[in-house]
T-cell receptor, first 110, second 118 residues
């Protein structure tokens, strides 16, 4: 059974600092890894999807890396802004199903 | 495009009552999913469907039933609600090209249904 862990559970940084969010998974036989953002009381919004054959994906200030052999992914958010405050969830896909981590709640202080 | 919509947004049930949650997507997606989200536990898959007329069990299927009679709709039923089913329920859909072309597995989520069982 796939287990996905996100550390830390919560993070508070001053505006402008770079954010580093970690995700680890136990079974490396994945099809892809996805990062989502969730605002309070809202659904999930997809941020980045990395196929198992890829090492990283970038979108604007966001960069996600994947090391499948070690079961790890890292989401980098450059020059954080108060609008980046949210919960970030990592999920791995195998056999058309996603397994989610519990998320990291980020607060960016103005 | 409305994307993925869920009905209702909020519901309060008494133990033993039944209800159906409706999920609809207008993106012609093949796959649809039902998750529940509980504090500190992330999202857990209840049931999913890889096409019209098909359903499969996820991680936590007990106490729930589903149906996918039309491609755009995925229904989640609670036959006899229990307090342990108090949660936020999310529906999602994704598209996978079965023949040729690149595969796309990004999941699109609905806004959620907040269910309380007393």
């Amino acid at each position: 059974k796939q287990e996905v862990t996100q550390i830390p559970a919560a993070l508070s940084v001053p505006e402008g600092e770079n954010l580093v969010l970690n995700c680890s998974f136990t079974d490396s036989a994945i099809y892809n890894l996805q990062w989502f953002r969730q605002d309070p009381g809202k659904g999930l919004t997809s941020l980045l999807l990395i196929q198992s054959s890829q090492r990283e994906q970038t979108s604007g200030r966001l960069n996600a890396s994947l090391d499948k052999s070690s079961g790890r992914s890292t989401l980098y958010i450059a020059a954080s802004q108060p609008g980046d405050s949210a919960t970030y969830l990592c999920a791995v896909m195998d056999d058309y199903k996603l397994s989610f981590g519990a998320g990291t709640t980020v607060t960016v202080r103005a | 495009n409305a994307g993925v919509t869920q009905t209702p947004k909020f519901r309060v049930l008494k133990t033993g009552q039944s209800m159906t949650l409706l999920c609809a997507q207008d993106m012609n997606h093949e796959y649809m999913y039902w998750y529940r989200q509980d504090p500190g536990m992330g999202l857990r898959l209840i049931h999913y469907s890889v096409g019209e007329g098909t359903t499969a069990k996820g991680e936590v299927p007990d106490g729930y039933n589903v149906s996918r009679l039309k491609k755009q709709n995925f229904l989640l039923g609670l036959e006899s609600a229990a307090p342990s089913q108090t949660s936020v329920y999310f529906c999602a859909s994704s598209y996978s090209r079965l023949a040729g072309g690149p595969r796309t597995d990004t999941q699109y989520f609905g806004p959620g249904t907040r269910l309380t069982v007393l």
